[in-house]
């Protein structure tokens, strides 16, 4: 019988674990949702000896307005319409690049992530699709969310210093809460329904878009 390997070093199963946050973050439906990204977080830090900072994350969210009896999925259900994962996945990539686990595909300059937040105010004015936002700001830092077109996504814009806080862009398709479910949905592309920016109370953190506020749930 061969000789089976050694345990991976304590190195490689954190880029391992690493590797596969990301990856989570970017689809979490593909990996189960809230929960799987709890199980890998809390599994990187009882690797990194700090078990304990999960629960002062919880509380430091719980404290925004930013955790319910599920989670953060349970915050989101009261500002956008319908399950919306990418918005879930966004507030866990604030903790993961906290924790330095974060990988970014792309970081703004400083003159970039300035201008972005100066223009938001006035942008956010108006109605935007997927594709203006692209074509106005650049690729995003992080996707999350697929490719496709007609699933809703959150793009985030990131600059260098971890304390900056990451801008990011929660768009929405489907159909009319008062539609029978179709498909394919309403638009041909996502369309913008807030920016949020900052850690600070989670609600007022979100700034609306018209066509955000029209499909805001009534309980919010």
């Known amino acids: 019988m061969a000789e089976l390997p050694g345990l991976r070093s304590s190195s490689e199963m954190r880029d391992y674990l690493v ?33 304990e900072a999960w629960a002062a994350e919880m509380e430091s969210l719980e404290s925004r307005g930013a955790w319910t009896s599920i989670g953060v999925s349970g915050a989101f259900r009261e500002l956008i319409p319908g399950p ?40 956010v004015t108006h109605d935007h699709p997927l594709s203006e936002v692209i074509n106005t700001f650049g690729p995003p830092s992080l996707l999350l969310g697929g490719s496709n077109p007609y699933y809703g ?35 041909d592309e996502p369309v913008l329904l807030a920016i949020r920016c900052g850690t600070g109370d989670f609600k007022t953190s979100f700034t609306f878009t018209p066509e955000g506020l029209r499909r805001r749930p009534a309980s919010a």
């Not at 703004?108 to 937040?117: A, F, G, I, K």
């Not at 600059?159 to 806080?165: D, E, F, K, L, R």
């Open 153 to 187: 996504k959150t793009l985030g814009y990131l600059t260098g210093p971890a304390n900056t806080p990451v801008i990011f862009f929660h768009l929405w398709n489907g159909a009319d809460p008062e539609a029978e479910s179709t498909w394919p949905p309403r638009y």
């Open 19 to 51: 590797r596969q946050l990301n990856s989570a973050l970017r689809r979490p439906g593909m990996y189960g949702g809230e929960t799987s990204l709890r199980v890998v977080i809390d599994h990187l830090l009882h690797l990194e000896h700090s078990d």
């Open 84 to 123: 919306y994962e990418y918005g879930m996945a966004s507030v866990y990539s604030e903790f993961a690049r906290a924790r330095s686990w974060l990988e970014a595909d792309r970081t703004l300059t400083t003159d970039e992530y300035e201008q972005m937040r100066a223009q938001i105010p006035t942008w």
